[in-house]
C-alpha cells in the first residue's frame, strides 16, 4: 500500500475508467414490431423502451459521477464522495468506482461497507493490487481474520468470475465441435481435430472447480454494522449470541423472512437482519 494508505487513507485509483452500459446499449436498440402485432403488445414495448431509457437519460454518466466522486475526495468530502460513487455503481458496475468507494467509507469511519466495497471490487478484478492492499491493511487495523478459503476457490479467483463461464461454454463447444462437424458436412476426421476436441474437453474439466468454487464464494458476505447481534432465531426479541465486529466475512446459509442465517469464520452461527449483511456478489 502507498504511504497514504500507511497513514490510515487509502488513496483512490485515480487512472481507471470502467466501462459498463450492457443495458444501456439494448434499452437503445430499435425495435419495429411487424404489422400483424397486435397494437397493444406494441403500445407495451414501447412504453417500456421508454420507461427504462428515461432514468439514463435524465441523469448523470458514469464517468461523470466517477470524476465527481474524484474531486470530492481530493477536497477532503468524503461523504459527498460515497454518494458520487454509489450512483456510479448504480448506473455501471465497476471495480474502480467500488474500490474508490471502499476509499471513502473508510475515511468515514465506516469499516463494514468499506470492506464490503473493497471486496465487490475484487470480485469484479481480482487482478488489483491495489484493492488487495486496502483489504489487508483494512482488515490489520480492524484485528479482522481474512476469510477462510477452499482450494478450488482460490483457484476461481485467478480470474475474473465471467471470464470462467465464458472460457467453460467456449472451451465446451469447441470439444463438441471438434467431434461432431466432421461426421456432419462428411470430412474426413483427422488428428487435429481430435486432438482439439482432447484439450476443448480438458479445458472445460479444470474449469469445473473453479466453477464450483464461484458459486461456493457468492454465499460470502460482509456484516455491515458494528456489533451486529447474531441472534438464536429469526426474530427481534431473540436471545443474543454473540455480537460482530463490523466488516467480518461470514457464508450465507439459508434465509427466512427478514432475516438471514450466517456462519462467521471463527465458526459462530446465527441470525442477523438483512440490513446488516451484504453477499459480495450482489452489486
Known sequence: MNRGAERGRPRPLWAIRA????????SGQDA????????????????GLVATSAPRLSGASFDELFQQ???????????QAAIAFREAIAVSPASGALH??????????????????WERAQWLDPYSANTRANLRFARKSAQLDAPDLAWYEICSRWLPVDTWAWLAGISLWTAIAAMMLPGIIRWRKADWQQGLAA???AVFLLTVPAMI??????????????ETPLLLTPTPDAQVLTKLPAGEMARLERKRGDYVYIR????????????????????
Open 19 to 26: 466501462r459498463g452500459g450492457g443495458s444501456r446499449a439494448q
Open 264 to 283: 462467521s469464520g471463527n465458526d459462530a452461527a446465527g441470525w442477523v437482519h438483512r440490513s446488516q449483511y451484504s453477499r459480495i456478489c450482489e452489486l
Open 69 to 79: 466522486g474524484n474531486q470530492a475526495y481530493a477536497a477532503g468530502g468524503f461523504e
Open 199 to 201: 484439450a476443448g474437453f
Open 213 to 226: 468454487g464461484v458459486h461456493s464464494r457468492s454465499r460470502l458476505g460482509v456484516v455491515r454494522s458494528r
Open 32 to 47: 419495429r414490431a411487424p404489422d400483424s402485432w397486435p397494437a397493444g403488445v406494441l403500445a407495451l414495448l414501447v412504453f
Open 100 to 117: 474508490n468507494l471502499g476509499n471513502a467509507e473508510w475515511q468515514l469511519g465506516r469499516v463494514g461497507p468499506a470492506l464490503l466495497a
